[in-house]
């Protein structure tokens, strides 16, 4: 393995030691969702932990948009 993998690799995991990791498993409130708005169960955690911290999910997906999602060429725009 050449060196430059192994300090890109380091430098990850130093990261992902900042990153808090929620495990939502399975779980009712996003099951719920992903039943009301038909969605996927993966997609409908995005939209429980966006309303459960009060943040704006960032998509490219046209359904997430419809759904509350901000395009992230409008993030860009606000550079």
Known sequence: MNTKRIDLAKD????????????????????????????????????F?????KIPIVSDDNYLIIKGAIRSSEIIKGL
């Open 12 to 47: 990850f995991l130093k990261v992902m030691r900042f990153l808090n990791i929620e495990n939502v498993d399975l779980n009712e409130e996003v099951l719920t969702i992903a039943i009301n708005e038909n969605l996927t169960y993966y997609d409908a955690v995005f939209l």
């Open 49 to 53: 932990l966006s309303k459960k911290y």
